[in-house]
């Protein structure tokens, strides 16, 4: 299953998730550093690619299985982006039907653009790398797309290098 990005998915990623982590690291960071395109492979889809003072950093994307917390013969294994920007993962209508996944809440959120949007939230269980771990889930409209939120991550002991677009462990603190 190839990811596709919508308009308010790629803003997402860049405002909260690629710009901060560069800037994290830079003193001085100016539009003249940064560069992003999209090299097409077909007429719709495109790889993303952000070049900042020629490394060439992009979107996390990972497989992941997610299954109904009662019922854990339904699952779906699918590639999701890693919004370290989304505090929830994100699951696409489709998912959620498949799921069987029912809402405990609704929930605001605000999107880069500062559109307010609301949305159904439930549990489920998502594996990500042999580690599982129940989490708090969007559940997410026909047009959203799949996302790996920082609670899930941070669940699982897990955080984002974005230079190197993976996942890897967390160095942990208690107390």
């Known amino acids: 299953m190839d990811l596709e ?3 308010g998915t790629l803003k997402d990623l860049l405002c909260y998730d690629i710009l901060p982590a560069l ?3 830079v003193s001085r960071l100016s539009e003249d550093d940064i560069s992003v395109s999209i090299h097409p492979r077909n007429k719709l889809r495109g ?7 020629g490394i060439i950093m992009g979107i996390t994307t990972i497989l992941a299985t997610v299954k109904n917390i009662q019922h854990p013969e339904k699952e ?12 929830y993962t994100v699951l696409p209508a489709a998912f959620v039907e498949k799921l069987g996944l029912k809402f405990t809440k609704v929930q605001e959120f605000s999107l880069a653009d500062g559109t307010v949007v609301t949305r159904k939230l439930g549990h489920a269980m998502v594996e990500i790398g042999g580690e599982n771990s129940p989490s708090t889930v969007v559940l997410g409209e026909k047009d959203d797309s799949p ?6 991550l941070e669940n699982m002991g897990l955080m984002v290098d974005p230079f190197k677009r993976k996942l890897i462990p967390m160095k942990l603190m208690l107390g």
């Not at 779906?76 to 505090?87: L, N, R, S």
């Not at 996302?147 to 899930?152: A, C, E, H, K, N």
């Open 147 to 152: 996302l790996i939120g920082v609670i899930t």
């Open 47 to 53: 790889v993303l690619e952000i070049c900042y003072n």
């Open 5 to 7: 990005l919508t308009t």
């Open 76 to 87: 779906i294994k699918a590639k999701f982006f890693v919004g370290t920007g989304a505090a």
């Open 23 to 25: 800037k994290s690291g």
